[in-house]
C-alpha cells in the first residue's frame, strides 16, 4: 500500500513538472516575440535577454523572471493603468532597475523612440 502511494506521489510530481516546462516554454519571451527578444547569453546560473522594442509593435502574452534591466538607449512611453490618467515612464542610457517577474502580452508597444535593453535573470 505504502508502495503504491509513493508511485502515486512521484508520478503526480513528474506530470506537474512536466506541466509547468511545457507552460514555461509556451510562455518564453524569444519563442513568442522573437522580434523583440534575443537570447544574448544564458547558462545554468544566467539568462540575459536583449529586449528592443519599436512603436507599434506587439509582443504575445509571455513571462519574464525577476531581472535587473539595464538601459541601452534613452527610452520613453506612455503607461497606462486601468481607471487612472496614462503617465510618462523614461529612463537613459545606463539606468538600471530591478524588475519582478510578470505574465503579460498582448498589447501594442507605445515608445516614444526605439528602446533597447539587457534583461539579466537569474536562474
Do not use: Y
Not at 516614444?112 to 539579466?120: G, M, N, P, T, W
Request: net charge neutral.
Amino acid at each position: 500500500m505504502k508502495a503504491q502511494a509513493f508511485c502515486l506521489i512521484i508520478a503526480g510530481l513528474v506530470i506537474g513538472w512536466s506541466a509547468a516546462l511545457a507552460q514555461r516554454a509556451a510562455l518564453d519571451p524569444v519563442r513568442v516575440a522573437p522580434h523583440i527578444f534575443e537570447v544574448v547569453l544564458e547558462n545554468e546560473d544566467v539568462r540575459v535577454l536583449k529586449v528592443t522594442e519599436r512603436n507599434g509593435e506587439t509582443a504575445a502574452l509571455h513571462s519574464l523572471g525577476t531581472r535587473v534591466t539595464v538601459h541601452l538607449s534613452p527610452c520613453a512611453w506612455m503607461e497606462k493603468k486601468s481607471g487612472k490618467n496614462p503617465i510618462m515612464q523614461s529612463f537613459r542610457l545606463g539606468d538600471v532597475q530591478w524588475q519582478e517577474a510578470v505574465t503579460r502580452g498582448g498589447t501594442t508597444s507605445a515608445v516614444v523612440q526605439d528602446c533597447s535593453r539587457l534583461e539579466i535573470e537569474l536562474k
